[in-house]
Nanobody, 123 residues
Framework: VQLQASGGGLVQAGGSLRLSCAAS????????MGWFRQAPGKEREFVAA????????YYSDSVKGRFTISRDNAKNTVYLQMNSLKPEDMAVYYC?????????????????WGQGTQVTVSS
């Protein structure tokens, strides 16, 4: 069972990136999936989450209106479209699966994590 995040890279401020998180080994179509990020010296923080069907999404205030989370259950993949990137968005981005009923905003409610992908935003 593995979560593989990809799509990170270097982008200028104002640019866009799309992150992907592919799950292998089992299906995660029944679970909420989320994206978190961690900048150097800071705690890992919630970015966005999406429920099992894709009908409900959650965003942190810092990315609302700029980032869009989506999923394709047939491909066992969740995406994070990031637009209007800012230098403060620079971090390692992690995808995760929440199999319980706890809050989608809470890091500790997620019980499976991918390895992270670096997003660098130049000003």
């Amino acid at each position: 069972v593995q979560l593989q995040a990809s799509g990170g890279g270097l982008v200028q401020a104002g640019g866009s990136l799309r992150l992907s998180c592919a799950a292998s080994g089992r299906t995660f179509s029944s679970y909420t999936m989320g994206w978190f990020r961690q900048a150097p010296g800071k705690e890992r923080e919630f970015v966005a989450a999406i429920n099992w069907s894709g009908a409900i999404t959650y965003y942190s205030d810092s990315v609302k209106g700029r980032f869009t989370i989506s999923r394709d259950n047939a491909k066992n993949t969740v995406y994070l479209q990031m637009n209007s990137l800012k230098p403060e968005d620079m971090a390692v981005y992690y995808c995760a699966v929440k199999r319980g009923l706890g809050s989608a905003y809470v890091k500790n409610e997620y019980d499976m994590w991918g390895q992270g992908t670096q997003v660098t935003v130049s000003s």
